[in-house]
């Protein structure tokens, strides 16, 4: 292949995942005006991206670092299923799902999906978890009669509603928490920032999680199965005998790369077989021969993706 033609041809794909904000300008040769005009069409293109809802989720908040409404057309979806299925279907062209929480571990609903839907994961974004107390009826914490909020919230801020002493209404989302303070008497909501901006909240109290340092990590997932990237994920099963993750895992330690997670969860329809979810540094262009030494090893091997990490700091 010519290599001016190969230059081009790589440009166009990586113009085709991150279109550009505006078109391409100035004389092309003839013969590379209808790949001119197609990726010019990218430009003014939005891209439509699945989330797990409802609106102002953290979900939702690390959506919208890496796709910006303007650009975008962000879709809520009820459940992290329901996310895959947009994407695997091509209803949506990118879904954004939690993968990890620093405290509470991985999410073991996206885990599942991962393994049962042909998507890839295509990049990370690591958000901090802040908590704020609001109301939309309540200008004083001692007015407060009610806390509504998502369980794994309640968990989080153990601190607070121990000094509150009022009682907790347990919802499914934070985003709910949020619209049913912003209307009843008395109620007051955890939620996040965007949350409370999103249902006019007032804020009470701002940053009342136990864990200032909390954190979730996101994935974001598409049809594309990407080979570069600073990390990659995948998904394996090792034969159920004495040693067989250890003769998994030898290679990786032989070549030096460094493992960031390794998760066991139970393969739903195999009663006491496990799948292992692995995270590890280097992309799958470098990693190479590992994986398929430990593909052989193996009973099945799934490559998930390799991707770039961006981080959010509070």
């Known amino acids: 292949m010519d290599e001016r033609v190969e230059r081009l041809l790589k440009l166009a794909i990586e113009i085709s995942r991150n ?36 609106p102002g989720s953290y979900t939702h908040e690390a ?55 042909e998507v890839h994961v295509v990049k990370s974004i690591e958000i901090p978890i802040r908590i704020v107390l609001g109301s939309g009826t309540v200008n004083r914490i001692e007015e407060i009669k009610k806390v509504y909020g998502h369980p794994m919230i309640f968990g989080q801020a153990t601190k607070l509603l121990s000094r509150l002493r ?48 909390n954190s979730t990590r996101f994935f974001v997932i598409g049809k594309e199965l990407l080979k570069d990237g600073s990390y990659t994920a995948l ?34 329809g195999y009663p006491w077989n496990f799948v292992f979810y692995i995270e590890m540094e280097g992309s799958i262009e470098e990693l190479r021969e590992v994986l398929e030494e430990a593909k052989r090893r193996s009973m099945f091997l799934k490559v998930l993706g390799s991707y770039n990490m961006l981080e959010v700091r509070r």
């Open 19 to 54: 279109p550009p904000e505006e078109g391409i300008t100035g004389s092309v040769p003839r013969e590379l005006e209808p790949l001119v005009k197609w990726l010019n069409s990218l430009a003014h293109r939005k891209r439509k991206v699945a989330y797990l809802g409802p």
């Open 235 to 268: 998904l394996t099963s090792v034969p159920h005998k004495p040693g067989g993750l250890y003769h998994f895992l030898e290679p990786f330690a032989s070549k030096n790369v460094n493992l960031t997670m390794i998760y066991s969860r139970p393969m739903k």
């Open 166 to 213: 009022v009682p907790t209404i347990a919802t499914t989302s934070t985003s709910e928490a949020a619209k049913i303070a912003s209307e009843e008497d008395g109620a007051a909501a955890l939620c996040s920032p965007m949350a409370a901006r999103l249902y006019n909240l007032k804020v009470l109290l701002d940053s009342v999680e136990d864990y200032p340092s």
């Open 63 to 117: 959506s919208t670092y890496l796709f910006p409404e303007e650009r975008n057309t962000l879709v809520p979806k009820r459940t992290i299923s329901e996310v895959f299925d947009s994407v695997a279907k091509g209803e949506s062209d990118f879904g954004v799902v939690p993968i990890a929480n620093k405290l509470e571990g991985p999410v073991n609903e996206t885990i599942d999906n991962l393994l049962f839907h």
